[in-house]
């Protein structure tokens, strides 16, 4: 076997424990180094291989899909923490974090909506149309009643030159 093959097998095998280590940890330098290659060569592998490319953009999503589950368990059940009084520890407490729980519920707010929309069957098209409708008749409504208060101002003012 060539020199050449040699060392892509064992390039490949650095690339897939890089990327395995990429997905848990979302932390390039750690990754590479349980990899055993430099950062250097990470990035010049990203940069010379599109398909090694593409593998550390989803390692990175699955890495980030991780630590947002892990921030939801936080946020949901909490995180205990010690309290203490004159230096000796006490009691266990229960922290929570509502801020990362909002934060996560608005970055997924959108793709709630549109799970929700497929499950009912939602087509985005006639929900526009209904909103188009709604505002339309809104409108009509908003010039009516415009209308009837210039038609009541000029009904009192020729009513007083009489």
């Not at 095998?13 to 950062?39: D, W």
Request: net charge positive; proline share 2%; aromatic share 6%.
């Amino acid at each position: 076997m060539p020199k050449s093959e040699v060392r892509g097998c064992y390039d490949n095998r650095r690339k897939l424990k890089f990327l395995k280590e990429l997905a848990i940890s979302s932390h390039v330098a750690n990754s590479a180094k349980a990899a055993g290659v430099a950062v250097s060569t990470v990035y010049s592998w990203r940069e010379r291989d599109p398909e090694f490319f593409r593998q550390w953009m989803r390692s990175l999503a699955a890495g980030y899909e991780l630590l947002e589950m892990d921030m939801l368990d936080r946020a949901r059940n909490g995180v205990e923490r010690p309290v203490f009084h004159e230096g000796e520890q006490i009691a266990m407490v229960r922290h929570y974090n509502d801020g990362v729980g909002v934060k996560l519920l608005l970055a997924h707010k959108q793709m709630v909506a549109l799970a929700r929309a497929i499950e009912e069957d939602i087509n985005p098209e006639q929900v526009r149309l209904d909103l188009d409708r709604k505002l339309g008749d809104m409108r009509m409504k908003l010039l009516r009643r415009r209308a009837m208060a210039e038609g009541e101002g000029k009904q009192s003012t020729s009513d007083n030159d009489e």
